[in-house]
């Protein structure tokens, strides 16, 4: 019976989430009625996914901006994914496509899903604008190492990281190699990015980098504004002063796994086995990639 209770209260609070969702919607559509605009029933649904570990919550600051420029709505419901964090279970397309169908025209959502062809198709299809965000694997296996280590105490492997693992450097062996003898399947690095890697061959889905955030924002800002008007979304001021709002909302310290917000952080924490171990496991990933024209790094 104790094991019910979280499980009871996950779903309270989902529920709650919906009801949130419900009245910010519909406050949201009277705002824009009252001034004029476009309702929500205009615009696609609007999705940032991503590789965890990935810039994701960057991508949703901006994303969350469009509420400020035209018809959008921030759901306020939590990330849809693939695995459970508690148990490390692959969750099914049913599972999943319960939680997108809840996502409706002008919603903001996010999450980490793979691409498979029935989520491909989902999110492909005329009412959608969908991004995925990349980040060099290199740093997100330090960020990996990390989030499992310090910050979410529920997930799987916490407990493996912080207590079995006890040095960093045998911890980001793990976030490279995975664990193979675990109970819960834990792929190296290149084994679990694989199943995200058909996302970029979709143009109906815009392929952005982490470290565009970082090093061109104003021009990586412009390219999500204009994915959006192309796949629906009609601000409602000017192309300049839109960017100029959208990039505003960029503030990395506000997200909840924020611990350096840069990039390149590998070539000061992977020693030369490392290095070595990644070039063998993900090598050729990083060059598929672009973050490597070869092996000689």
């Known amino acids: 019976m104790s094991g019910l ?14 009801v949130r969702r419900f009245y910010r919607r519909a406050g949201r559509d009277v705002t824009l009625a009252a001034n004029h605009q476009p309702r929500l029933s205009v615009s696609p649904v609007f999705f940032a996914n991503s590789f965890p570990k990935s810039g994701t919550h960057l991508l949703t600051q901006v994303l969350e901006g469009f509420p400020l420029v035209g018809p959008a709505v921030d759901t306020g419901l939590p990330a849809v994914v693939m695995y459970e964090g508690a148990s490390g279970r692959e969750r099914s397309n049913a599972e999943i496509f319960r939680e997108l169908g809840r996502l409706s025209h002008g919603d903001i959502g996010y999450g980490h899903l793979h691409a498979r062809p029935e989520i491909v198709e989902h999110f492909t299809r005329d009412g959608f604008c969908a991004y995925f965000i990349l ?4 740093d997100v296996v330090i960020s990996h190492v990390h989030y499992v280590t310090k910050i979410e105490p529920n997930h799987v492997h916490h407990a493996y990281y912080a207590n079995t693992l006890t040095n960093f450097d045998e911890r980001l ?9 675990a109970d819960t399947p834990f792929l190296d690095i290149a084994g679990r990015f694989a199943p995200f890697l058909n996302w970029l061959l979709h143009p109906e889905v815009l392929i952005i980098k982490y470290e565009d955030f970082m090093e061109e924002r104003t021009a990586t800002v412009r390219k999500v504004l204009n994915h959006a008007v192309a796949r629906g979304f009609k601000p409602n001021i000017p192309e300049e002063q839109t960017v100029e709002k959208l990039e505003g909302m960029i503030d990395p ?9 840069k990039s390149g952080g590998w070539k000061t924490q ?7 171990l990644f070039k063998l496991v993900a090598g050729e990933m990083l060059i598929k990639l672009g973050y490597e024209k070869d092996l000689d790094w």
């Open 5 to 18: 209770i979280p499980e009871f209260k996950t779903r309270m609070k989902y529920q709650a989430k919906l």
């Open 135 to 138: 980040r060099d694997p290199r």
């Open 173 to 181: 062996q793990t976030s490279i190699l995975g664990r193979p003898e």
């Open 253 to 261: 310290q506000r997200s909840p796994t924020f611990r350096q917000g």
């Open 270 to 276: 992977f020693s030369p086995e490392n290095k070595a």
